[in-house]
């Protein structure tokens, strides 16, 4: 997982996540939501490992492979297994953990040649250009399909797209992020309470994130743990909690110890705080930050996860599938 160690990681991304060496380990090169940062340090990195120059970084979840498979139909791997929309997410997300196992090479190449047949299936079959577009475009929304190129005009046509993954200035967006060496995240369930009240010129805002780990008792070990030298138990979550927040924001804070990672990222703020659940725990973890009186609405963007976050405003819920607005001159 590890690769040649570059300089030219984000300064913003080095001072909040650098003791995570994300210019080295692939693992940890998208800690931040900036996606245009992460993918020039993904870029450098294969270049470091291969000596290979690269046209543009793709990042496609199984959200993304289902929605391109809808287009094309079923695809055959090499093995001879057929895999389809109706069956990718659960194959990727449980079946395969337990047809493989654990660190298991044939498991690591079968993700690539999943997306590899569904993207050469968009290339080689009938499929609707309109609907394509549409598909790319919807995808891009939800953060599920992103693009970068180094390529100015490419990278024009990618934002013009959405997918380029910019995050705005005003926007809040809950990232939680496994360091359990399990397979955790699917049985999370994430709900996030924004509360804000007026005082002279500014807003207090408080978002208060409720995880809850409702990970089954049947899951194979190595998507249940404990990973080798850890100190969890099967089935127990443990992951960094990261809250973006408005640039604009002051007087930031986290509940727990300490925070994990705190500062300038791009056009916004984040907070991190680590977080551990045993199974059928729940946790809430609390962000308070200020703002100025005269911003009426804030973005929520998506989070891309499986299942969704829920977030709630006062009388307003909603999931974060897609990009949504906060009204804060409404009851909150």
């Given at each position: 997982m590890l690769?040649?160690?570059?300089d030219t990681v984000d300064p913003e991304i080095e001072a909040l996540w650098g003791v995570l060496n994300p210019g080295r380990e692939w693992r940890n090169v998208n800690l931040s939501p900036r996606f245009d940062a992460t993918a020039a340090t993904a870029a450098d990195m294969w270049a470091a490992r291969t000596g290979d120059e690269v046209d543009g970084v793709m990042a496609v979840d199984i959200v993304g492979v289902r929605r391109l498979l809808?287009?094309?139909?079923?695809v055959i791997l090499d093995s001879g297994e057929e895999i389809s929309a109706e069956t990718v997410e659960r194959d990727l997300l449980v079946d395969q953990y337990r047809r493989y196992g654990a660190d298991n090479p044939t498991r690591r190449d079968r993700l690539g040649q999943v997306?590899?047949?569904?993207?050469?299936a968009i290339n080689t079959r009938a499929v609707s250009a309109s609907e394509l577009l549409d598909a790319i475009r919807d995808l891009g929304a939800g953060r599920h399909l992103l693009m970068w190129s180094p390529h100015p005009t490419q990278q024009d046509a990618w934002t013009a797209l959405g997918?380029?993954?910019a995050v705005p200035a005003d926007a809040l967006m809950l990232s939680v992020m496994s360091r359990g060496g399990n397979k955790l995240d699917p049985y999370l369930e994430m709900n996030c309470v924004v509360t804000s009240r007026t005082d002279g010129r500014f807003r207090h805002l408080t978002v208060e994130?409720?995880?809850?780990?409702h990970v089954p008792p049947d899951?194979?070990?190595?998507?249940?743990?404990p990973y080798p030298g850890t100190d969890l138990l099967a089935g127990e979550y443990k992951g960094l909690l990261a809250l973006t927040i408005p640039g604009a924001a002051g007087n930031i804070t986290v509940s727990g110890d300490r925070p994990a990672?705190?500062?300038t990222d791009g056009a916004s703020n984040l907070a991190a705080t680590e977080i551990r659940l045993k199974p059928g725990e729940s946790l809430t973890t609390r962000f308070?930050?200020?703002?100025?009186?005269?911003?009426r609405h804030l973005v929520v963007l998506p989070s891309a996860r499986i299942p969704a976050t829920t977030w709630t405003h006062g009388q307003v819920s909603f999931t974060d599938e897609t990009t949504n607005r906060i009204d804060l001159e409404t009851t909150g």
């Amino acid at each position: 997982m590890l690769t040649e160690s570059i300089d030219t990681v984000d300064p913003e991304i080095e001072a909040l996540w650098g003791v995570l060496n994300p210019g080295r380990e692939w693992r940890n090169v998208n800690l931040s939501p900036r996606f245009d940062a992460t993918a020039a340090t993904a870029a450098d990195m294969w270049a470091a490992r291969t000596g290979d120059e690269v046209d543009g970084v793709m990042a496609v979840d199984i959200v993304g492979v289902r929605r391109l498979l809808e287009l094309t139909g079923p695809v055959i791997l090499d093995s001879g297994e057929e895999i389809s929309a109706e069956t990718v997410e659960r194959d990727l997300l449980v079946d395969q953990y337990r047809r493989y196992g654990a660190d298991n090479p044939t498991r690591r190449d079968r993700l690539g040649q999943v997306a590899r047949a569904a993207l050469e299936a968009i290339n080689t079959r009938a499929v609707s250009a309109s609907e394509l577009l549409d598909a790319i475009r919807d995808l891009g929304a939800g953060r599920h399909l992103l693009m970068w190129s180094p390529h100015p005009t490419q990278q024009d046509a990618w934002t013009a797209l959405g997918t380029d993954g910019a995050v705005p200035a005003d926007a809040l967006m809950l990232s939680v992020m496994s360091r359990g060496g399990n397979k955790l995240d699917p049985y999370l369930e994430m709900n996030c309470v924004v509360t804000s009240r007026t005082d002279g010129r500014f807003r207090h805002l408080t978002v208060e994130v409720t995880t809850d780990n409702h990970v089954p008792p049947d899951l194979p070990a190595y998507v249940a743990g404990p990973y080798p030298g850890t100190d969890l138990l099967a089935g127990e979550y443990k992951g960094l909690l990261a809250l973006t927040i408005p640039g604009a924001a002051g007087n930031i804070t986290v509940s727990g110890d300490r925070p994990a990672a705190m500062g300038t990222d791009g056009a916004s703020n984040l907070a991190a705080t680590e977080i551990r659940l045993k199974p059928g725990e729940s946790l809430t973890t609390r962000f308070d930050f200020d703002i100025t009186r005269d911003q009426r609405h804030l973005v929520v963007l998506p989070s891309a996860r499986i299942p969704a976050t829920t977030w709630t405003h006062g009388q307003v819920s909603f999931t974060d599938e897609t990009t949504n607005r906060i009204d804060l001159e409404t009851t909150g």
